[in-house]
């Protein structure tokens, strides 16, 4: 049986959105698909049609590929359960596997929906340039050749920030108009041997932010500077922008909604003082992920 589909006005039931996190290394990204691939929507789906004894329909915020994580991935789903938002967020969580978490749940207006009401996305790109290969952080950063440098790393990203046509860091088959995002935030931070990249825009075209982790690390190395990446932007030639990175350093850290799209507190495993704000995952950008 399947579920009512998420954010239909006019739907019978509540509307809950979830924020899970997730390590990628054993999901074939977050889409479901055929063949019984292990996918982070089927899982979800799994379980809370099992928890619900109902069939269940689960839209993300937005597709995250294969081997790709998550501190706070966002997704909603109609139920006719009676269950808090708490209790759900706790039973689902104690029913995923170990490398799929429940963050927080949280009741939502009837026409919300995961993708189209969010209004930023912030992924992160982890790098790490220790002189020796951490086996403890191959499944989450990039190994770097030699030490990064993370100053010249964030002027390179600068010149990405602003309103702008994305079409030459992302290999996205669109129609020219669609490649316009706006990209509002950048943090190159380092922490030991870690460095990492973060943007923050109103959406992300289909491999943007690995390209940008790459002209990142190419700055860091020394062989592109801002001028490097404006000329890509203006330009909009994909041939003048590196490779996309591996997927198995980027995180989803976090999903943004207006408060007005929510009918109640956040509640769940971050609703404590020093969480995020409601509908948000916690950022723990500082933190080693979970296996």
Not at 186 to 208: K, M, P, W
Not at 238 to 250: C, I, N
Request: charged letters at 25%; proline letters at 4%.
């Amino acid at each position: 049986m399947k579920g009512r589909e998420p954010g239909r006005a006019g739907s019978a039931g509540r509307n809950v959105l979830l924020v899970v996190a997730y390590d990628g290394t054993g999901f074939s990204g977050w889409q479901r698909l055929g063949g019984g691939a292990r996918t982070v929507q089927k899982t979800l789906e799994d379980a809370l049609s099992a928890l619900l004894s109902e069939g269940v329909n689960v839209v993300g915020s937005g597709r995250t590929d294969a081997g790709v994580h998550a501190d706070g991935q966002a997704a909603n789903f109609w139920t006719s359960s009676a269950l808090p938002a708490g209790e759900i967020a706790a039973r689902l969580d104690g029913a995923l596997p170990p490398d799929l978490a429940c963050v927080s749940a949280r009741e939502a207006a009837e026409g919300f929906h995961a993708r189209y009401r969010a209004v930023s996305k912030t992924y992160a790109y982890r790098f790490h340039d220790g002189r020796a290969r951490d086996p403890f952080e191959a499944r989450w950063s990039l190994h770097a050749p030699r030490r990064l440098d993370e100053r010249a790393m964030a002027d390179a990203c600068a010149a990405f920030a602003g309103e702008r046509d994305f079409s030459s860091v992302s290999n996205a088959k669109e129609d020219s108009r669609a490649f316009v995002r706006r990209l509002t935030g950048v943090r190159v931070e380092r922490r030991g041997d870690i460095v990492e990249v973060a943007f923050t825009a109103d959406g992300f075209l289909y491999n943007q932010a690995r390209i940008m982790a790459a002209f990142a690390l190419e700055a860091g190395l020394g062989r592109a500077g801002p001028g490097s990446v404006l000329r890509a932007l203006e330009t909009r030639d994909r041939s003048a922008a590196p490779g996309a990175l591996g997927a198995y350093g980027l995180r989803l850290v976090r999903v943004e909604y207006r408060e007005e799209d929510f009918l109640g507190p956040v509640a769940g495993f971050s609703a404590r003082e020093d969480g995020p704000p409601p509908g948000q995952a916690r950022d723990r950008s500082s933190r080693r992920p979970r296996a």
